[in-house]
C-alpha cells in the first residue's frame, strides 16, 4: 500500500478552507497585515483594488469580500452608499490564534521530553473523500502517518486540535490514541522518515528562500505586493511542517533559513507597505 505522506495535500486556510492562491487566501493576508493589527477599518473598494493588483478580477475579489462577510469573521459599517469592513470579535480572535501559530514560529521552543502522539484511526478505502478530509485535517495539526490508519507527532499537545478533526468528521468511536516514548523495538529514526516527506517540504523551503531572499521592491506599491506575496507563501509553512525534534531533522535544514527570511524581509518591507497602504486608504476615503 502507498505511503500516505507521498504527497502533501494543499492545506487549509488559517481561517477556513480555501484553496492557497485564491482570492479569499489573498484577502486573508491583507486584513491580516495591514487592517487588523492596528484595528482599522477597510474600504471595500481598497480592498478590490489591492486584489486586482495581485491578478484577481473585481468580481472575484467581491466574492472573496462576501464569503469572508458570511464566515463571520468580518461585518460591514455603512456609510451612505459605501461600505467599510471591520472584523467581528470572532475574526478578531481567529487572526490572532492564526498569526501566533504563523509568527510565533520563529521564536518556538523546540525542547522534547521523548514523548509521542500515536493515534489509531482507520477510513475505508471506498471513503475516499472522508479519507481526504481526514488526512488534510490530521496534515494540518501537524501529524504524519508512517503507516495506513497510524498518526504520530512529536507535539503531544496537538491532541486537542487532532480530536477536533477527528470528531468534526464523525470518525471519534473508532479512534484510539496514545501518549507515550518509543520502545525498545525498531527505528525511531526510520519511523520519522516513513511518516513525512522531509525532501518535499525542504525542496519547498528552498524555493521560498529562492523567491524572497534576494528580492527588492523597488517603490511603496512593490513593498505593499511583496509583502503580501510573502505571507501568503510563508503561512503554510507552520501547519505543513511537522516542527520535528533536531535530531530527526537533515543537515543544514532549510526550514531555518526560510524563517530568517521571512522575519528579515518582514521587516524590511514593513514601513514602505504600510506607506502604500495608507495612500490607497486616503484615495479611497476622498
Known sequence: MAREHATLVEPLSLISGVHQTSARAALLVCLGEFVWPAGRTVWSSTLVNVLGELGFEPNAARKAIQRTAKSGHIEPVREGRRVRWEFTAAGGRALAEGGERVFGWQTRDMTWDRRWLSILVTVPESQRQLRHHLQSGLIWAGLGSPGSGHWITPHVDRE???????ERLGLLEQTHSFVGRHGGIGDERALVESAWNLDLLSAQYEQFIERFAKLTPRDDREALLARIELV?????????????PREFLPPRWPGFRATTVLGECRAAWKEASERHWQVLSHLESV
Open 160 to 166: 486537542p486540535e487532532a480530536r477536533e478533526v477527528i
Open 232 to 244: 501568503q507563501a510563508w503561512r503554510r509553512f507552520p501547519y505543513l511542517d511537522p516542527d520535528l
